[in-house]
């Protein structure tokens, strides 16, 4: 059974830094792309970041320069490092995998709250 497990969400005050993990637990095959997406409540949820395996990186226009996804292939896990947060980030952030044969994974999520 696979499992993606996220770590890292918290409080933080305007400004401020978080890191969020990802990591696969199990058997998968072939990992395609993996990405953050984030739902914030009584909006719909929406992609973040994403990073393919080949490293192309993809980020949503609000967040562009402020946060950095990365992965490492080898220990299957993913990485969001988020500068200068805003309350408007604040959300439940949670890791995605698409493997090659389209099979597609989610964690539980993290909440992440940002303070004014």
């Known amino acids: 059974q696979v499992q993606l497990v996220e770590s890292g969400g918290g409080l933080v005050q305007v400004g401020g830094s978080l890191r969020l993990s990802c990591v696969v637990i199990?058997?998968?095959?072939?990992?395609?792309?993996m990405a953050w997406y984030r739902q914030a409540p009584g909006k719909q949820r929406e992609l973040v970041a994403s990073?393919?395996?080949?490293?192309?990186?993809n980020y949503a226009d609000s967040v562009k320069g402020r946060f950095t996804i990365s992965r490492d292939n080898i220990r299957k896990m993913a990485d969001l490092l988020m500068n200068n947060l805003k309350p408007e980030d604040t959300a439940v952030y949670s890791c995605n995998a698409i493997t090659w044969a389209n099979n597609k994974y989610w964690g539980q999520g993290t909440q992440v709250t940002v303070s004014s």
């Open positions: 990073i393919s395996s080949g490293g192309r990186e």
């Open positions: 199990g058997s998968i095959f072939s990992i395609n792309s």
